[in-house]
């Protein structure tokens, strides 16, 4: 883990993870955000740290998320539309919405399109953030399929974590 994101051992503070996902969707739904779609991405940031990737868990990001909502960075109730579609691909528009709720509908439907061709692809513009991106390809990996997620992102010095 990076340096900088690392607490040291006094400072650290433990909270069960049910409580954390209580807090942390809370905070969402303060922002706007569908109770539903706060609930998703607070499991994306909640199970990034489990996961001990704590750079894209609540410590790190929901901060960043919040700001990004209260600037008009990150739109707190997008619509995400299909702007193109094939039988193995689609192409989504996520309205400047949080990429770590719109990871997962992008992938279900990858999923459910290599489920009828074999193969499928989704690319999803015009979103925000994805943040701990291997969140998605386990999705497809718990499905007993093989999922892989790539962003192209100018923000956050273009780094991508698993």
Do not use: W
Not at 27 to 43: W, Y
Request: one cysteine or more.
């Amino acid at each position: 883990m990076l340096e900088r994101f690392r607490v040291r051992p006094e400072d650290e503070v433990r909270v069960q993870h049910d409580d954390l996902r209580a807090t942390v969707a809370a905070i969402f739904e303060a922002m706007g955000v569908p109770p539903d779609e706060a609930a998703e991405a607070t499991d994306v940031l909640v199970t990034a740290d489990l996961r001990g990737v704590e750079t894209h868990g609540v410590s790190n990001m929901l901060r960043t998320y919040v700001a990004g909502y209260r600037d008009g960075a990150i739109n707190p109730r997008p619509t995400l539309t299909m702007v193109r579609e094939r039988h193995g691909t689609a192409t989504l528009d996520g309205d400047r919405g949080l990429g770590i709720v719109h990871g997962r509908r992008a992938m279900e439907l990858a999923m459910a399109k290599a489920a009828n061709v074999g193969m499928g692809v989704v690319s999803l513009r015009n979103s925000r953030h994805l943040g701990a991106i291997g969140h998605f390809a386990r999705i497809a990996a718990d499905a007993n399929m093989v999922g892989m997620c790539m962003s192209a992102s100018g923000g956050l010095r273009g780094r991508v974590v698993p």
